[in-house]
């Protein structure tokens, strides 16, 4: 089992900018992709970013060049950096953690609300 809490989400205006972090425990071994995902009203949960535990990373488009996703493999942490936010941005955004290779489970956090409004 694996246990995710994300952090540092809120209200922030158009341009801004916000880090979020996610941390793991619990059964840690053999994650090998940590990643971001969110849901905003009325729509399907998507992808944002995702990152290797050899550091390959991978973006939405819709994000790209404004988010960065990073990982701290000896902290089991997982930290997106969202820079000139837009309103479309605003979601609940979701750490996942993928554990093992073919056979492998998802784990999800709670998630962290972020808004973006004047």
């Known amino acids: 089992q694996v246990q995710l809490v994300e952090s540092g989400g809120g209200l922030v205006q158009p341009g801004g900018s916000l880090r979020l972090s996610c941390a793991a425990s619990?059964?840690?071994?053999?994650?090998?992709?940590m990643g971001w995902y969110r849901q905003a009203p009325g729509k399907q949960r998507e992808l944002v970013a995702t990152?290797?535990?050899?550091?390959?990373?991978n973006y939405a488009d819709s994000v790209k060049g404004r988010f960065t996703v990073s990982r701290d493999n000896a902290k089991n942490t997982v930290y997106l950096e969202m820079n000139s936010l837009k309103p479309e941005d605003t979601a609940v955004y979701y750490c996942?953690?993928?554990?093992?290779?073919?056979?492998?489970?998802?784990?999800w956090g709670q998630g962290t609300q972020v808004t973006v409004s004047s």
């Open positions: 996942n953690c993928r554990r093992g290779i073919g056979d492998y489970i998802d784990y």
């Open positions: 619990g059964s840690i071994f053999r994650i090998n992709v």
């Open positions: 990152i290797t535990i050899g550091g390959s990373t």
